[in-house]
């Protein structure tokens, strides 16, 4: 089975909501730094996934959600749940002999 079948079962079976794959040939928009080939040279594709997070029943901005402790404790298990998928994730391409590499929560930059 080729790792694109068994990826999309995993995808299915885990409901998992928020799952993309991009070529890095684009990303033009990009921060200085942040292009998946200037993060990893090699790299061909993008993965990204997750899981909305909890809404807080306060008005929640970006400056304030950073100190908001009990936002964070109510996405603790949303955060460990993408966590475990992550990990998953980063076997299976292992397992097929594709290198990964994580920048930041929810992205994978894998190359082949």
Same mark, same amino acid.
């Given at each position: ?12 079976? #885990? ?12 990303? @033009? ?8 080939? @200037? !993060? ?17 029943? !306060?008005?929640?901005?970006? #400056? ?16 460990? @749940? ?5 990990? #998953? ?24």
């Amino acid at each position: 089975m080729e790792i694109e079948s068994i990826l999309a079962e995993f995808v299915r079976e #885990k409901q998992i909501p928020l799952f993309g794959i991009a070529s890095a040939d684009g990303f @033009e928009y990009a921060w200085p730094g942040w292009h998946p080939r @200037e !993060l990893m040279p090699r790299c061909r594709s993008v993965l990204v996934f997750g899981r909305p997070f909890v809404r807080h029943p !306060l008005q929640v901005n970006e #400056k304030t959600h950073i100190a908001n402790e009990s936002w964070w404790k109510a996405n603790a298990s949303v955060a460990r @749940e993408v966590a475990t998928w992550r990990g #998953k994730i980063i076997n299976l391409f292992d397992e097929f002999g594709l290198g990964t590499a994580n920048f930041g929560g929810y992205a994978k930059y894998i190359v082949a």
